[in-house]
């Protein structure tokens, strides 16, 4: 094996055909950015917080939500090129299995198992969706995600979660050209390997936090005017759901768990303190929010002013991100990142399908 002065002290695989330096240049083309955490204040000001950290504990998600760890780009690029997902085959595929991968120039695997205690999810009596040969593996990707989420609500019922994990990963490396932000995730597991102290030799990437403005800038949320915030769903205000309400979305209550999306407002806003909300500005105009991250290319920091002015793109909606789940293959994954109406920008979808993430 053999460094590349390119990569600082990055050594590469021998025997894979330069597969793992191919996948590392590729995906430095893409970048990496820093990894979002829930926001405690957010969620209080929203009147979010009590539900969500009892959805977390009930998943079993908490250490993984709540930890906030730094992105280190360079082992992040070191770790996705070099992933690979290996189950068995037959009935019970995707089950269980081993991932590989490299991390300072070393080869490591982790079962399932080994993953979930790392990362604290449980062992014991979890319950693994039955996938048939047949099934289109992008849906089911989609299938265990909220069935894990369904089972919140469901007593004494526990999902592998880390069979998700793996698969999602693999599926983070196939498709798509934006930048990777499971570095956080990545970083958890370096740490679990006992990794830390070289960790601190590497340059890094501060954790993020999804506060107000990100909610609003993701179309998450809009400024009320007289106060609060209204739920946008599709990019659409839903008129009824006025933030913060702890009642109507008290995730406890199954009573709350659908909304009718067109009733209108139970109370009149008043128009007193209005807030001009510059997000829907920067829907015209010029500065949309930035995220630190590695660049893409150096060559793409060098475009004039006028790509500054550059319309934002529309975030994707619900019935943007099921069509490209159920449609989309690794091979197809090319898009304009210009266009919004064929672009699907999601926080978590792009590993590779080469036969054997986040």
């Known amino acids: 094996m ?35 955490y829930p926001d405690l204040t957010c969620l209080q000001q929203l009147g979010l917080l009590q539900g969500i950290e009892w959805m977390l504990r009930r998943a079993d998600l908490t250490f993984l939500c709540t930890h906030n760890q730094p992105t280190y780009p360079s082992l992040t690029l070191e770790f996705l090129s070099s992933y690979d997902y290996t189950t068995p085959a037959g009935e019970g595929e995707f089950l269980t299995g081993t991932a590989t991968f490299r991390m300072f120039n070393t080869e490591y695997s982790l079962t399932q198992r080994e993953l979930s205690a790392m990362l604290q999810f449980p062992t014991e009596g979890l319950l693994h969706a039955r996938i048939p040969p047949t ?36 599926t983070l490396c196939a498709r798509g050209r934006q930048p990777f932000i499971i570095g956080g995730l990545i970083t958890s597991i370096a740490l679990g390997l006992n990794l830390g102290d070289k960790l601190q030799t590497l340059e890094s990437l501060p954790p993020l936090s999804m506060d107000i403005s990100y909610c609003r800038s993701s179309r998450l949320i809009k400024n009320r005017v007289g106060g609060g915030y209204y739920l946008m769903v599709n990019n659409q205000a839903v008129p ?13 209550n199954p009573d709350r768990h659908l909304y009718d999306l067109s009733a209108p407002e139970t109370t009149e806003p008043s128009q007193t303190n209005q ?10 105009g010029d500065h949309p929010p930035t995220q630190q991250s590695v660049p893409l290319n150096p060559s793409s920091n060098a475009a004039g002013p006028s790509s500054q002015r550059r319309r934002r793109r529309r975030p994707a909606t619900n019935d943007d991100i099921m069509d490209a789940i159920d449609g989309m293959q690794a091979q197809k994954c090319r898009y304009d990142a210009d266009d919004a109406s064929n672009a699907t920008a999601t926080g978590c979808s792009e590993c590779h399908n080469r036969p054997a993430v986040y």
């Not at 089911?140 to 990963?169: G, M, Q, R, Y």
């Not at 807030?275 to 015209?284: L, S």
Request: with cysteine.
């Open 275 to 284: 807030q001009t909300d510059e997000f829907e500005e920067m829907e015209q």
């Open 2 to 36: 053999a460094g590349n002065q390119n990569f600082g002290n990055i050594i590469f695989r021998s025997g894979d055909d330069n597969y793992q330096q191919e996948q590392f240049e590729r995906f430095k083309q893409r970048g990496v950015a820093s990894t979002r």
């Open 135 to 170: 099934s289109n593996w992008n849906t089911v990707l989609v299938f265990d995600l909220f069935k894990k989420i369904s089972c919140v609500f469901e007593s004494d019922t526990k999902v592998n979660a880390a069979s998700f994990l793996f698969h999602h990963i693999r």
């Open 240 to 252: 009824s759901v006025v933030l913060p309400n702890t009642t109507l979305t008290d995730v406890t």
